[in-house]
């Protein structure tokens, strides 16, 4: 389930935020060579998290880490980014998704939301019904598919299209399932050519706690040369791949790890109608990483 969260933000602030983002000069490579894009080419600044796991009672922890005070410390750091969208691939709550839970999310996201909107996947952590009771001022159309909630976002100079991959609440695979895939499927083929991006939880592998319907996405993407990532969480494992020149980019978790070698934070990423960077920023776990660039080139259209 996709969902986007407003506090206060109006319509100016918003062409505002948007219009910042063009027009400057960046640095998009920080390897060998530093290559400074046009002056003029557009680029969109964006904060992905993943796996927030916010529990109802704020000393809740797992394995040292307390999410709560994890987020309450990337909060700050994404402010100071500035980023023009803000998005979180699922699991936002600790397990079950109790009303509990996201209170404690929207009071820790309201000092970003109040300066940039803040798009919501739902886990298999997460419970719809609870988490729409809490984030109730949902404004915009989603395309109707029954049972999955699906948000587009156009946003110069990428299209980012968050989608539903939760199947049951506290076990752990999840499914796009057929009626979103058919949706998909046509709404790519009638899109423009603006560079896309999915986003939604589960992970791509072949096990029984992945995305079970993996096979028959990759089949309908493949193929459809404006798909040029897939961004998602869940394995609570940073790192990158990719399929048929899709780069699949897994977001480390902000609630806690699974293994010490893994970093625990959020990951800032400015994007253009070429590529992207993509800088890790480490709260807690492992930390060698904090601050690494990586770079991606999208596939030919
Ligand atoms: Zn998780």
């Not at 992905?48 to 999410?67: K, S």
């Not at 100071?80 to 999310?105: H, K, M, Q």
């Not at 939880?201 to 309908?220: A, E, I, K, N, Q």
């Amino acid at each position: 389930m996709a969902e986007i969260f407003f506090k206060s933000m109006n319509r100016r602030s918003f062409i505002q935020t948007g219009l910042a983002a063009f027009g400057t000069l960046v640095t998009l490579n920080s390897g060998c060579g530093t290559v400074l894009t046009k002056s003029d080419e557009k680029q969109t600044n964006l904060a992905l998290l993943a796996d927030t796991h916010i529990p109802q009672d704020v000393e809740n922890n797992y394995r040292g880490f307390y999410p709560y005070r994890n987020l309450e410390k990337v909060v700050p750091e994404i402010i100071s980014a500035s980023p023009d969208e803000v998005f979180i691939a699922g699991d936002l709550a600790r397990l079950t998704g109790e009303s509990g839970d996201y209170a404690n999310l929207k009071k820790l996201l309201s000092p970003v939301a109040e300066k940039t909107p803040v798009f919501m996947g739902l886990g298999n952590h997460d419970n719809r019904e609870n988490f729409l009771k809490v984030f109730n001022e949902i404004p915009g159309e989603k395309p109707a598919v029954k049972g999955k909630h699906i948000t587009i976002i156009e946003k110069t100079p990428v299209r980012l299209i968050m989608l539903d991959s939760l199947l049951y609440t506290n076990k752990v695979p999840g499914l796009l399932g057929k009626a979103q895939r058919q949706w998909l499927e046509n709404y790519l083929k009638e899109s423009d050519e603006t560079p896309t991006i999915l986003c939604f939880h589960h992970t791509l592998s072949d096990g029984d706690g992945d995305l079970l319907d993996v096979p028959r996405l990759f089949r309908m993407i493949a193929p459809i040369r404006k798909v040029k990532a897939i961004v998602y969480g869940h394995s609570h494992v940073y790192g990158y791949s990719e399929f048929e020149g899709i780069h699949l980019i897994n977001l480390p978790a902000v609630g806690y790890n699974f293994s010490d070698s893994d970093a625990v934070g959020w990951v800032q990423a400015r994007l253009t109608n070429r590529g992207g960077d993509f800088v890790l920023h480490a709260v807690a776990g492992n930390k060698d990483r904090d601050g690494g660039v990586t770079k991606l080139a999208w596939r030919k259209g």
